[in-house]
């Protein structure tokens, strides 16, 4: 049986490692998208705050320049500067300046400082007011910086209880000398960060949500509001816009549809990909199991047996276990009985062999692997747990065991032992099948000779070589011919073989069938001629354990045209034990047409009377063992009482070897109907039958 094709385990792997290379760049481009969009996000959001810082910083450099630039443009006037330096300077500055800061958009505040810093003239809203209050020393800092930022004005801003100015200052001067600083007046112009003028800046900048702080939240999203010591004394803060997030938003929803549809991909895929891999381990642990395992019982095989016996650290004697007439119940039941069987046996062989190795080797045959020691008491329990009965399916199936054995010796190794054992086992079967024999050298030497044999029976069979004689079968009382029972000869160039040597050696090699198809078809063809007497034809057990027996038989008798009802087929009680279910059926068929059975060779055996009646024989041949005893009075005792139960059962009884007439006597008073024998007749070839038939009815 070739073992089923597997796919090798190297593959398997290449296959998983390919799933998993896919996944993982399924992974990792998943990966890669998600960080992708993420930067994006963070960029965009990063972009728009970085836009947005850049435009607090010109948001508050354009609203300290133009108050810087306004303060300069009323600083530098030559009116002004002439004017500071008369005593009407402060009323000047009030018409100018301070009355203008009550409603002038630029700035809310006006302040004029002496060159000593000592206020001049100091308006907020167009209302006199204490800048040194207000503003303190941050006014003076300013003022201070002024100088050194020529040709500007300083700018800075300086928190007050109102909340933050910005402010400016410059010194008042002529638009084109420059006199001495210390001589100069300076104006501050200051204006208030209101909510208003921070909305303002808002709108023109586009900077969302702008508003003054303390202290920065967040430092990308705010600009430090400088004092004019250079440090911050407020801050513009605004919130981010987050447009990286809002596009985000955007997409978010086919972001995860995506994403969904991905993770759907990869968990598809993750899932073949696990049940792939887990088939293939499957796969390979059971490719492994099969190269060494029977698939249907589980045993081990040829390989596995081999690989047992390597493992072994002492030597192991082997057992070849074949069972008997398994191919019977395989024809007669089909195939799936038949494993049915087989699993059966498997079970009892491990049951009578708890210990060693029980393989399976094919077919009908196991092997057995144990300590030399023990072997004969194993094979003993074999051939025991097999007696009891199999029940498959509600049938009840009986079958044998044979078992051949062999111990190692030296230089015997693991093929050896196994030919050796296959030998004994050969015996075994050839000599009546059903119990256990061991090797010895003699089984090799037979082997040799009988080999040659066998070939030639072969092609004898094939070329018709073998032919029926035949013996007649008398009335035990007229002598009358009433059969004629054909036996088979075969004579080779060396000399006639005799049938009780090549009989068996075809029942062994499986040559019965042919043989016995050929018997009957030449049987029949000569016994057409012989008109009103029956013919007698043997039939091998083995023969009739085969189920296509009965239909071979008729497909014999239509084909020569032979009438059934005068065909009568011995066979001895060996088929009673062997298979007799099988041969019980086979012997219905053909009795349908009328043919009959004789037990033969009865008295030779165990077979009872009682067999005689269950199998519906018509008559017993009662075997020449018992007519030679007939001399002996208990012979005739003996032969007295199986006629009588045989005619009570209503079976006609036919005496063989009857070689004297005093035999034929005892045997016609016994109540033998009928005599075969050297006495009334010699196996005869046809021509020699025809002339002694023709020869009786010309005495008669
Ligand atoms: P069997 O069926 O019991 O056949 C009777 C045997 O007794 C025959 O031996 C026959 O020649 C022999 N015989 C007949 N009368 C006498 C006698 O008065 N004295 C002695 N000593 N022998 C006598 P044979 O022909 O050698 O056959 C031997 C056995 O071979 C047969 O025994 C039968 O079992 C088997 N056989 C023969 N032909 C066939 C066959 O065609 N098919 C099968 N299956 N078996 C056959
Ligand atoms: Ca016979
Ligand atoms: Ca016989």
Redesign the pocket.
Known sequence: MPLPKFPKPILLTKAALGTLAFVSALVILSGLVTIAFSEMRRDANWIDDARAGQAARAAIKSFQSRLGATVRDNAIWDDAYLRMQSPAGAAWAYENWGKVSADYPLYDVAVVLTPTLGVLSAYKKGIAFDPMKDFGAGLLRLVANSAATEPAASTAFIPTQEGLYVVAADRIQPYDSRPEVSTLHTLVYAKLLTPDVVGQLETTFDITGLRLAPAPLQEELSMPLLGPDGRAVAYFEWPSRLPGDQAFAHVHGYLIAAAMVLACIFAGLLRVGIRTAGRHKNDAERFRLRASHDDLTGLANRTGLAEAFDKRQLPAALAIVDLDGFKEVNDAWGHDVGDSLIQGVAARLREAVPEGTVARLGGDEFALLTDPGEMSTVAARVLTVMEREFVIDGRTIEVGASIGFASPEDGCDRLELMRRADMALYHVKENGRGHAGSYLPELDRDRAMRTGLEDRLRKAIAAGEVQ??F?PLVDSKSREIKGV????RWRTEAGPV???VF?PLAERSGL?DD??KL?LRQALGAAMQWNGIYVS????PS?LKNPRFAEDVIAIVYETGFDPRRLML?V?EGVLIANPEQAKRSMEALRKLGIKFAL??FGSGYASIGALREFGFDRMKID?SLVVELDDPKGLKILNATVALADALGISVTA????TEKQAEALFCAGCDQL????VG??KDVLQFNAFVANRLATA
């Open positions: 029926p004689f013996q029972e054909a036996l088979a005799s049938p009780e009989i019965i043989l016995g018997m034809v043997n039939v091998s023969q011995e001895t033969d060779d020449r063989e070897g009857v070689e075969q024998g050297y006495l010699r196996p």
